[in-house]
């Protein structure tokens, strides 16, 4: 209420009147209180509970000498010209009455929600017995919060259903179920699809809570995971022996070329059957080309192979390029998923919102790698806080029709006894 009179609300008379859940504001300059308690005359059990006072020319909460017995709690009285409290009754009962800023939504405009930061938030005292809601009708959660408004958290609609970080990127789904609800590392196989980009989406909690946790998160290839591949991974076939009489191939010689026109030498000989290579001898984001030859029992060796070139990855090159949630107040950045660490932790925000399901981790790989699976470690700290058990895996292979992605070198040595 406003308006210009003696006061806002005043209790004057017999017992047990309550005065709860009001707006009393902007009152006219000739009023001496917003909420009065006075000339009761032995009446008992009159009181003000959860009501707003703000910007009244007098006193906010006023108990005269006839208000005697008067109870005042889980009142905001606050920008009061006089005193936001006072009584000068032989008794009242005064507490849990926030009489400071209190952080009103919009007071210039008469709105007296509380914000989400405001210290009046389960501030006062439990009254349920008396009463159960706020002014709008919505149930007050205990502890009380103090005024005409209990706080409510705002629901936010949920995310889109499509990843939408960056619209240049088309984004396949490629797996989606449930992992086991445990805290070993869950391992994913599909069939081997180039990707440079890898989104993990949780659609579910492992207690169904709005959070999502991440030790680690990384891409498969040839079934290691990417951040333990710091090289250059080589894969050649063996071309059948049609033409006896031969010898079978009993290794394979690998020989790389640094710059590019440069020799190819030596770099490892692989016994047969093994046809693969890793080779970590590099420096990463410099470009080496590969062939491979084949040797037989007696140390014959056979023509090269074709030549297949690759970028040796850094360990910068993953990097996660974009996440929907992560807990800044503490350690908790998207950036933990990726840090090849089991002791860090990717978590969405939970100390001053809980945002809901799903959310979703983006990780840029930096190139194309023909990926064969991923992996998702759980927490490892026996919290099973935002622990996914269904989700969604999706990749993004946008730059391979723009001809900038690495593949995998297939060299096919030729045997020439
Ligand atoms: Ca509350
Ligand atoms: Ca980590």
């Known amino acids: 209420m406003g308006g210009d009179s003696t006061g806002g609300i005043l ?37 003000a509970y959860n009501n707003t006072v703000f910007n009244i020319p007098g006193d906010g909460i006023s108990i005269g000498t006839g208000g005697a017995g008067a109870i005042v709690q889980n009142n ?33 405009n008469g709105d007296f929600h509380l914000q ?21 009708g919505n149930t007050r959660t205990l502890p009380f919060d103090v005024g005409a408004y209990e706080f409510v958290s705002v629901i936010l609609p949920p ?29 994913i196989n599909f069939s081997v699809r180039p990707a440079r980009w890898i989104a993990l989406r949780s ?33 050649w076939e063996h071309a059948l022996i049609t033409d006896p009489p031969t010898d079978p191939a009993v290794a394979f010689r690998i020989y790389r070329q640094d710059t590019p026109t440069g020799l190819f030498t030596l770099i490892a000989t692989v016994p047969y059957p093994i046809i693969s290579y890793l080779d970590t001898n590099v420096i990463p984001g410099n470009t080496y080309s590969y062939e491979t030859t084949s040797i037989d029992y007696f140390g014959n060796e056979s023509s090269i192979s074709n030549i297949a070139s690759g970028v040796a990855p850094s360990t910068l090159q993953h990097s996660i390029w974009c996440v929907d949630s992560q807990e800044l107040g503490v350690n908790n950045g998207a950036v933990n998923a990726i840090d090849g660490l089991t ?29 064969n699976g991923f992996q998702y470690l759980p927490r490892q700290d026996g919290n099973t806080n935002g622990t996914i058990i269904q989700y969604e895996f999706y990749i993004c292979d946008y730059f391979i029709s723009k001809g900038r992605g690495m593949h995998a070198p297939v060299m096919q040595p030729m045997l020439a006894m």
């Not at 905001?76 to 800023?101: L, R």
């Not at 989400?116 to 709008?136: C, E, P, Q, V, Y």
């Not at 169904?208 to 080589?234: D, H, V």
């Open 76 to 108: 905001i009285s606050f920008n009061t010209s006089g005193q936001n409290i006072v009584s000068i009754a032989t008794s009242a009962t005064i507490d849990h009455n926030f009489t400071t800023n209190p952080n009103f939504v919009d007071s210039a």
């Open 203 to 235: 659609i579910r909690e492992i207690n169904g809570n709005p959070w999502t946790s991440c030790t680690e998160f990384m891409a498969l290839m040839n079934g290691r995971s990417l951040l333990q591949t710091k090289g250059i991974f080589l894969e």
């Open 343 to 371: 002791t860090t932790f990717w978590h969405t925000q939970w100390m001053t919102a809980s945002p809901p399901q799903p959310h979703n981790i983006v990780v840029d790989l930096g190139t194309v790698y023909p990926l």
């Open 11 to 47: 209790i004057s008379s017999g017992s047990n009147n309550l005065a709860y859940n009001n707006i009393v504001y902007n009152l006219g300059s000739h009023s001496l209180y917003g909420i009065g308690f006075d000339y009761f005359n032995g009446g008992a059990g009159n009181a």
């Open 159 to 187: 995310p889109p259903t499509t990843i939408t970080c960056d619209d240049s990127l088309a984004w396949t789904l490629v797996s989606s179920g449930t992992f086991a609800s445990d805290a070993l590392l869950k391992t």
């Open 116 to 136: 989400s930061t405001s210290s009046a938030i389960n501030f006062g005292r439990d009254l349920s017995s008396i009463f159960t809601i706020d002014k709008d």
